[in-house]
């Protein structure tokens, strides 16, 4: 299997300051939640990267017990706009 490459780059807004990102928990049947905000772009990739931002991958007794409540769910980011 062939693992995708991540391009990190820093992205300026009009008035030159730095963008952020937010991590936003996905449910299939839930309403989805911003569970972070303000973090770099590689921050949020890393974020995202990690076995236990899903419930497909994930092996902690906490978040195991969050899909057994909520049903599948996953992390994912976007570019905050604030």
Known sequence: MVKPIAIIVNV???????????????YQNHTKRVIRRGLTL?????????????????????????????GPWFDGYDYNKE
């Open 42 to 70: 590689q921050e949020a990739q890393e974020h995202c990267s990690n076995p236990e931002t899903s419930s497909r991958t994930c092996t902690k007794s906490k978040n195991i017990a969050r899909t057994k409540r909520m």
């Open 12 to 26: 300026i807004s009009k008035d030159n300051t730095m963008s952020t990102y937010k991590i936003i928990r996905l």
